[in-house]
């Protein structure tokens, strides 16, 4: 099983851009679909975006609220996934969670395999 880290939160002003990364180890990255997830205080855990194995500028998908703003990307020669997050909005406070699974459905689904520990980010108006 591939065990997760992110890395990448921290406080930002309304409008700034922040990118989160994943660093898997422990399995075969490039057979993984890779997605970010977030919390915020009081809320349920919410799909953000996710991205597949085989990815190769396409097979990426995204909640609405983060379209045109919101950018995931794997490099797997580092076996990392990023997001990048630009026009940052205080809704978009929360922490975010990295996860891999077997699909890009199992992603958007919240099936995953593997979580990180998750890493805060939070914007202020």
């Known amino acids: 099983q591939v065990q997760l880290v992110e890395s990448g939160g921290g406080l930002v002003q309304a409008g700034g851009s922040l990118r989160l990364s994943c660093a898997a180890s422990?399995?075969?990255?490039?057979?993984?679909?890779m997605g970010w997830f977030r919390q915020a205080p009081g809320k349920e855990r919410e799909y953000v975006a996710a991205i597949s194995w085989n990815w190769n500028g396409s097979g990426t998908s995204y909640r609405d609220s983060v379209k045109g703003r919101f950018t995931i990307s794997r490099d797997s020669a580092k076996n990392t996934v990023y997001l990048q997050m630009n026009s940052l909005k205080p809704e978009d406070t929360a922490v975010y969670y990295c996860?891999?699974?077997?699909?890009?459905?199992?992603?958007?689904?919240?099936?995953?395999?593997?979580w990180g520990q998750g890493t805060q980010v939070t914007v202020s108006s």
């Open positions: 422990g399995g075969t990255f490039s057979t993984y679909a």
């Open positions: 996860a891999a699974g077997r699909n890009l459905r199992a992603i958007v689904e919240g099936d995953a395999d593997s």
